[in-house]
């Protein structure tokens, strides 16, 4: 399995998602603002991806500073502090970025062990949660081979193994299970027709890119058997933050009386939270949305509302999959 994210030693290597699917180029980061600047700019993007990479921020920041053992300095805990702000949705930044800082106490190498560790971890979390979903979908759907629909990308680009709903959706594939998937574009940043349909390119599964908007019409069709989704933020009550749309086509879905699975490690719950609207979401840059591709799409003076989230409640979710567990409505 291509991993999406690594350490060569001196610094971390990540795929530039920006760039896909056009160019296929890795990115050099050896310091903390750099790191930073690729989570922000989306260059390493989907919440589990960056838990890691902000672990690993945490590793170069502690080398970097030279930490010594037994001593937590005041440097590494202000990196790691605007390493974990960096994007606030996803509880995984957070979480990663925790977890590597309650290392430091050991030293420069402990963190980097943990943030290593983490890596390595990620791939067994995701492979457990994949096949347990699959086996979930098998079990509550009756067409075979499936349609399935999916949003945003889940896939080895937002983790650093084989995915989460992406994963499961290529184990159903492997299993022979899989007609088509419905891949949303993904507005405005297209995660999906950039990515996802480029992961699933490469696996070699039959897809088509649809607009977002075509999905609750492709489910009054008969076209999607079900919907798998991931997640960034998971709250006590089981409400899921995930990428802008979700929550439309859970709604579509229920009306339509077709199962919608999310797929999440257990790192994004955040039981801290009550509820889904405890969650502070993001929003971007106005010119993701005025633009396409560096060209203007609207009006110059056009207000814009850009939510990179939305809320699906948990009484619209069939079940949520982690590697650990399922929680079914
Ligand atoms: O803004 P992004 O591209 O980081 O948003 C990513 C998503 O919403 C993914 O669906 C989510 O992080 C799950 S990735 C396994």
Redesign the pocket.
Known sequence: MKTSLSWDGEAVIAVD?RALPRDYRLLRLASVDELIDAIRS?AI??????GLAGALGVALSARWHGAMANEVTAEVTADASRLAHA?PT?V?LEWGVRRALGRLHDGPDAVLTEALAMLEEDAATNRAASLRAADLVLSLTKRRPLRLLT?????RL??AAC????GAILELAERGCVAEVLVDETRP?L?GSRLTAWELGEAGVPYRICVDSAAASAMARGLVDCVL????RITANGDVA??IG?YGLAVAAAHHRIPFFV??PES?WDRSLPEGSAILI?ERDSAEVTHCAGTAVSPVDAGVYNP??DVTPANLITATVSELRTVAR
């Open positions: 998602q989306l993007r989907g919440a589990p991806a960056i994007r996803a995984n949003h945003c990308n889940t896939g937002a983790t995915g989460t709903a992406l940043l995660q989704v991931g997640a960034d995930n990428k979700t797929v999440a994004t993001e990179a989230f």
